[in-house]
């Protein structure tokens, strides 16, 4: 097996950023660009390993905080490490539990040292700092560990992102000195908010520590769409080329493809799987609401020409029958069609890089790409309303 930290960029696009290649972990090798479907308690939510790892995803994300307070990194390190313990052979990234840092902002309180967390579990008081992230990351046993940061909201002052890279860069250092799982690589973050000098200054300094590779944080929390984009343009602006790049929490399929444009590698989100328990289908050209009254009697797949299991079994009518009633099969079988959605159009962007017509592929799929979402509730408006 290839060691552990080699990434090799095998095609470049002519007209764009976008790259092709293979990052070797300690449980085998990753094509990229690569979407990581969420597993934040040690399961993609409704699916087993198979079922996943059926769909081409060799690499799924966990996450630190919440492990470690469920069932507690301990138990986990005592049955094996997270891959045996939750079934999974292939590789595995673990964030670090800093964006709790930001998504739990009711629940904590930011020193240097750390965050103090009121456990979302008992009320109890934790601590979750540099040190104390690399030990839970080391006993989960994950392939790619992710340096504890501090993700600033949005909209936030000059000087509240100047502290949070302060302490990023701070909490690096830290994250880089301690140790690690045999294999184990780490990736650092880099923030900054929207300021530019803030982000470049910040990738410039993580990349003198000499990560394994490196994420672009702190986007996608509620800024507009311009400014995301401008966020990851200065986020790796300073990176260097032969270290994977990682754009952090990022997943509508658009946003997705205008970042691999950009020389991003690596993505992960929550929305095929998250939306697909709230009834959003999605497809080559949009998301739509499949709980929808119009859907009712609609025989057709979820998506027309779609070869995954859902689609080829059932129809629009059957699955809003079961999300409507709550049956457990409902969600599992959207969710198994959403990931599908995301593995095949991750699969025609690697090969469009490969082929040199990545540029043409752009240009199609935003031109017929839409929120048909929209689309959908304003016809529902016009006839028979919306139902559970």
């Given at each position: ?178 140790p690690r799982a045999d294999g184990q690589l780490l990736f650092g973050i880099v923030q900054g908010g929207i300021y530019e000098d803030l982000r470049r200054r910040c990738g410039r300094e993580l990349v003198d520590l000499g990560f394994d590779g490196y994420a672009v944080g702190g986007v996608s929390v ?13 986020g790796i602006a300073e990176l260097p080329e032969d270290r994977p790049r990682y754009l952090m929490g990022v997943g509508l399929l658009p946003q997705m493809v205008e970042a691999v444009a950009r020389g991003v590698d690596m993505f992960d989100c929550v929305m095929p799987t998250r939306y697909a328990r ?111």
């Open positions: 097996m290839t060691k552990p930290g080699i990434f090799e960029i095998t095609h470049r696009d002519p007209g764009t950023s976008a790259r092709r290649g293979r990052l070797s972990t300690a449980h085998g090798v990753v094509d990229t660009p690569v979407f990581m479907p969420v597993g934040t308690q040690a399961t993609v939510k409704g699916l087993t390993p198979d079922e996943v790892a059926g769909e081409g995803f060799r690499v799924v994300l966990g996450n630190t905080y919440h492990l470690s307070e469920r069932p507690g990194s301990d138990v986990i390190e005592k049955c094996g490490g997270l891959h045996r313990f939750m079934g999974w052979p292939h590789a595995i990234l673990t964030d670090s539990g800093g964006f709790q840092v930001f998504s739990l902002s009711g629940l904590r309180r930011i020193t240097d040292l750390g965050v103090e967390f009121q456990s979302h579990v008992d009320g109890g008081s934790r601590f979750l700092g540099p040190i104390e992230a690399m030990d839970i990351q080391r006993k989960l046993g994950s392939d790619i560990a992710m340096a504890f940061d501090e993700c600033p909201p949005y909209p936030c002052t000059r000087e509240y992102a100047c502290q949070a890279v302060e302490r990023t860069l701070a909490w690096a250092v830290k994250c880089a000195n301690q509620g800024e507009p769409e311009e400014a995301l984009i401008r966020g990851l343009e200065c709230n009834g959003t289908a999605f497809t080559s050209e949009g998301r739509y609401p499949v709980k929808a009254a119009i859907y009712g009697r609609d025989e057709r797949p979820l998506e027309e020409g779609c070869t995954c299991y859902t689609c080829l079994r059932f129809s629009r009518a059957y699955i809003r029958h079961l999300l409507n009633v709550n049956e457990m099969l409902g969600a599992r079988l959207l969710t198994l069609h959403n990931l599908h959605r995301y593995a095949v159009s991750m699969d025609e962007i690697r090969e469009a890089i490969e082929n040199g017509t990545f540029g043409e592929y752009r240009k199609e799929f935003t031109g017929r790409y839409c929120d048909i979402r929209l689309e959908h509730e304003t016809a529902m408006n016009q006839t028979e309303g919306t139902s559970g």
